[in-house]
């Protein structure tokens, strides 16, 4: 007895070859779609950290009414913030960065001992974003502060758009802290 194929019972090879070029196709599409939303969710996810390490030091100059010092801060672990309770996510926000720590922590002596400081922060998976948390008048040309959260650029730094979505605080010289008097700051003494 002999088998014989009748009708439709397979597919051609021009059926199979159309099947493949369309997912070939939809996969093209779909990658670079999926990748990017990966970069912002992780650029999101460093920005609110960014966000939440301000917020922190802003809380601890509060308290103590300085920042932490060059040489208390611990670029891995970001202590005191970390183990004095500011901080609590220090080891998640320094796991995303290069090296596992902040690239750089400043707190420049102006005005008095550790009233400014600025923080870099660099990402492990792109190393060109770089987060600058900062509360300082030491960087632009113009000696206007610069007090939030700002994304560095080849071009430019810009500021990081708030929590909420919106922009962040606007230039120029901010509130000071509720510890430090209001108006213009003190002489330095020479």
């Known amino acids: ?3 014989h194929l009748h009708g439709n019972e397979g597919f051609t090879l021009i059926e199979l070859m159309i099947v493949v070029v369309i997912i070939s196709l939809t996969s093209a ?12 969710t992780h650029r999101s996810a ?14 601890y100059q509060f308290d103590y009414d300085k920042f932490p010092s060059e040489s208390e801060f611990d670029l891995k672990t970001l ?35 550790d009233t400014q400081f600025i923080a870099l922060a660099q990402s492990e998976i792109d190393p060109g974003m770089i987060f600058a948390v900062a509360y ?15 994304i560095i650029t080849p071009e430019d730094l810009e500021e ?13 010289e901010p509130e000071p802290p509720e510890s430090e008097p209001k108006g213009d700051p003190p002489p330095v003494a020479t």
């Open 1 to 3: 007895m002999s088998r």
């Open 29 to 40: 599409m779909a990658i670079p779609l999926y990748q990017n939303a990966l970069e912002n």
């Open 46 to 59: 460093l920005q609110a950290d960014s966000y939440q390490l301000y917020n922190s030091l802003m809380t």
């Open 79 to 113: 202590a005191p913030l970390s183990t004095d309770g500011y901080f609590n996510a220090a080891r998640t926000f320094t796991g995303k960065l290069r090296d596992k720590q902040v690239l750089i922590y400043l707190a420049p002596d102006i005005d008095g001992e």
């Open 136 to 150: 300082t008048n030491i960087v632009e040309e113009t000696g206007g502060w610069i007090d939030g959260v700002y």
């Open 160 to 172: 990081a758009e708030d929590d909420l979505g919106g922009e962040g605080k606007d230039e120029g």
